[in-house]
């Protein structure tokens, strides 16, 4: 197992250490908690029934859809920002889109469904193995959507965190369903804010993404690859020839129109984010949750 995780791993009923380790299984003496350890790593939460395992992608501060590629930027730039030895929790992390940039750094991730990257499954939802105040980082990249029971979530994260640390985020707004079903929400930036103050956090850092061009491509993309094909054949040969016009015009309106830009979302004149990137603190003053 990974030492940083092994050193800071407890019983999520009574904070205590694991005490009796074997092979498979850990289990707490105070209590009789007890946790599996699959290839290494502690299983704290049964993989959902329903829960797909996505396939891998490859990822990178140059692949991938612009929208991405600002994500990349983002959490490199907050994490570059972070003390060398902060200790950094990535949650959601799946198959580890974002590691490379915490590559040399304590670096810890976990997810609701056991990937082969990360370093322990949980679902903070239902238990919590770690002390509270424990991290300085906490990232949260592109996930917020896909948790149905996000209050609980964001209870866990701000337990977490250490009192002025960071929860780091990227949450979309005009991205189409994706991970299907496990997609739950968009929120406006209004949304956003609110459930900061609401969860005890202070909004450090809000931003769009805001990217016209690449907005008219998931329309077109929607067209050619969902809308198009289920249309009777003469249609969809017509449709077609005009998709490849429009596609051809907004081309020509690119050079005009420009890149994807970061904006804050009061003085953007465009109210279609791509997503907003966030950094939500924990107030050095933060009193005790009284969890765990
Ligand atoms: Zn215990």
Partial sequence: ?????????VCPDCKKPFSIKEQNLWRCASDGREVRIHEGRPVFTPMPETAHVYERVERGPDQGTPWRQANWKFLQEQAQGQDKDALILDVGAG????????????????????????????????????????????????VLEHVYHFHELLDALLYLLKPGGSLVMAVPFMIKVHQAPFDFQRYTHYSLEKMARQHGFEVTL???????????????????????????RLSRWLGRGLLILIEGLVSLLKPI?????????????????????????KPSHSLSSGRG
């Fill in 1 to 9: 197992m990974n030492e940083l995780l092994s050193s800071l791993i």
């Fill in 95 to 142: 198959h580890g889109d974002f590691a490379q940039i915490f590559s040399g750094r304590k670096y810890l991730s976990v997810d609701v469904v056991p990937y082969p990257e990360v370093d322990l499954a949980c679902d903070f939802g239902d238990c919590i193995p770690f002390k509270e105040n424990t991290f300085d980082m906490l990232v949260l990249m592109n």
């Fill in 206 to 232: 809000l931003e769009g993404y805001y990217d016209p061009i690449f907005f008219l491509g998931e329309a077109t993309r929607n067209l050619r690859f969902w809308v198009l094909p289920k249309l009777p």
């Fill in 257 to 281: 129109i420009g890149d994807g830009f970061v904006k804050s979302p009061g003085d953007a004149k465009n109210p279609a984010a791509i997503g907003y990137h966030l950094v939500f603190s």
